[in-house]
């Protein structure tokens, strides 16, 4: 007889991939977790599927026609579900006193506003939505503290880094509170693993002409299209770059980037005796999710056994942020502070989908982020959210300005 309570979970962005994978873990542990919410923008037909299967107490649609579809398809079954739509419908299945858990699984700046309504709601957080964390780094940061929100890394790297940090420090049961402790704990550096993308060995000239369908083909991860742009470029790197430096309250220089093409090592960590700790398994994404979902116990994810003979080589290089311009940009706007890594993230997002909309060239990613962090008003004070909204919408306009002289 299983004692413990069953978690209820709300599932944001439960049609994407860390969604479906989210539901593939779930759905192994039943007696420990219960779908309250799942939420997704438009796909109705998916959302229809996963409310037969998964028949949760809400259904949000960001989008209101799609969630007057959704209603309208679901009342031909007998299902309980009730359907939300907008901000309003996700802040209402996040903030609910009846939810325990909100797994945070929307892409981009879309996700901010309900991942820091769980942090404020003190929830216990499964963050993925790595771009709510790079808007707003210290205020997302303070709020998830301030009210004991248990904040667990769902990006893999993040994970393996909260799974080589000291027993101890984790004994607060939250990555949230371990800050300002590493000094007494021997920590020494983070080293932050990446594939290197698609294009590892590719040439500056050759990078030019790569077409949406080759930048979103990962090599070791299966994902969805904005992260596989982002890891094409390495920005992916440069976002955990500082979502590593918030949530481990780590100096930027004690963080390195290392190109390890394997992906088995998902990040190690050094501490000043020597000894460097590595959390390795296969690429899926089953794993941190599963990690975060039982923390501080273990369950079982559905992940194949690492075989590390079939592995048998790994290797290491350093970056090239020359041809990788994106992943210096990272660093440069952590140095800028303030405003720039929210201006950053958004011009990332408007460049990746004009890219995937054929409209820029590949290249043309680095370079619109760069003119737009020249361009844009650096604030210093980031504490609100409606001073983080508005960097945000500025930096999109910006960006929309250039790409509009590149034609
Ligand atoms: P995805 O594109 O597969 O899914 C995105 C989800 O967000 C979908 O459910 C979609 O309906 C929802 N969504 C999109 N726009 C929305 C909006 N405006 N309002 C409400 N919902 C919206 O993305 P993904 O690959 O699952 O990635 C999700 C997040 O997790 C991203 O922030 C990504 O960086 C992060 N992440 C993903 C992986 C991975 O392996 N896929 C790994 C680490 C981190
Ligand atoms: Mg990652």
């Known amino acids: 007889?299983?004692?413990?309570?069953?978690?209820?979970?709300?599932?944001?962005?439960?049609?994407?991939?860390?969604?479906?994978?989210?539901?593939?873990?779930?759905?192994?542990?039943?007696e420990r977790y219960q779908i309250y919410a799942i939420t997704a923008n438009t796909s109705v037909d998916v959302m229809n599927e996963l409310c037969q299967q998964w028949q949760p107490r809400y259904a949000v649609m960001?989008?209101?026609?799609?969630?007057?579809?959704?209603?309208?398809?679901?009342?031909?079954?007998?299902?309980?579900?009730?359907?939300?739509?907008?901000?309003?419908g996700l802040l209402q299945v996040v903030e609910s006193a009846d939810v325990d858990c909100v797994v945070a699984a929307i892409v981009g700046a879309a996700g901010?506003?309900?991942?820091?309504?769980a942090a404020a709601a003190g929830k216990r957080i499964l963050l993925a939505n790595k771009e709510a964390l790079v808007m707003s780094g210290k205020l997302f940061m303070d709020t998830a503290r301030e009210n004991n929100a248990i904040l667990m890394p769902v990006d893999s790297e993040h994970n393996a880094i909260f799974q080589c940090m000291p027993a101890n420090l984790s004994e607060h049961h939250s990555s949230v509170k371990m800050t300002n402790r590493q000094a007494d704990s021997g920590i020494e550096r983070i080293l932050l693993t990446a594939s290197g993308g698609p294009f590892r060995t590719w040439s500056a000239e050759r990078?030019?002409?790569?077409?949406?369908e080759q930048a979103v083909d990962h090599p070791n991860w299966d994902m969805g299209k904005k992260i596989s742009v982002d890891s094409a470029t390495l920005m992916n790197k440069g976002l955990e770059l500082i979502e590593a430096y918030w949530l481990f309250d780590m100096d930027i220089s004690n963080i390195d980037v290392v190109i390890h093409p394997?992906?088995?090592?998902?990040?190690?960590?050094?501490?000043?005796?020597?000894?460097?700790?590595?959390?390795?398994?296969?690429?899926?994404?089953?794993?941190?999710?599963?990690?975060?979902?039982?923390w501080p116990e273990r369950i079982a994810s559905g992940v194949e056994p690492l075989n590390i003979i079939e592995v048998a080589k790994l290797d290491f290089e350093e970056p090239d942020l020359k041809r990788f311009p994106c992943l210096r940009l990272c660093?440069?706007?952590?140095?800028?502070g303030g405003s720039?890594?929210?201006?950053?993230?958004?011009?990332?997002?408007?460049a990746v989908a004009a890219f995937l909309d054929e409209k820029i060239g590949f290249?043309?990613?680095?370079?619109l982020i760069e003119q737009t962090l020249n361009k844009a008003n650096i604030i210093n004070d980031v504490s609100s959210l409606e001073g983080i909204l508005k960097a945000d919408a500025e930096a999109r306009t910006i960006t929309n300005d250039c790409i509009a002289a590149i034609h």
């Open 62 to 88: 960001y989008d209101a026609d799609a969630a007057a579809e959704l209603s309208d398809r679901l009342s031909d079954f007998d299902i309980d579900t009730r359907v939300l739509y907008g901000e309003a």
């Open 112 to 117: 901010l506003v309900p991942t820091l309504a």
């Open 262 to 294: 394997q992906s088995v090592i998902h990040s190690m960590v050094t501490y000043n005796d020597g000894s460097v700790l590595a959390q390795m398994g296969n690429p899926d994404m089953r794993t941190p999710i599963a990690h975060a979902l039982a």
């Open 363 to 367: 290249n043309d990613i680095a370079v």
């Open 340 to 350: 720039a890594t929210t201006v950053l993230n958004a011009a990332n997002e408007v």
């Open 331 to 336: 660093y440069e706007a952590i140095k800028m």
């Open 1 to 30: 007889m299983s004692q413990h309570k069953v978690l209820q979970v709300t599932l944001l962005g439960a049609t994407g991939s860390i969604g479906s994978s989210t539901l593939d873990v779930i759905a192994r542990h039943p």
């Open 207 to 212: 990078l030019h002409d790569v077409t949406p």
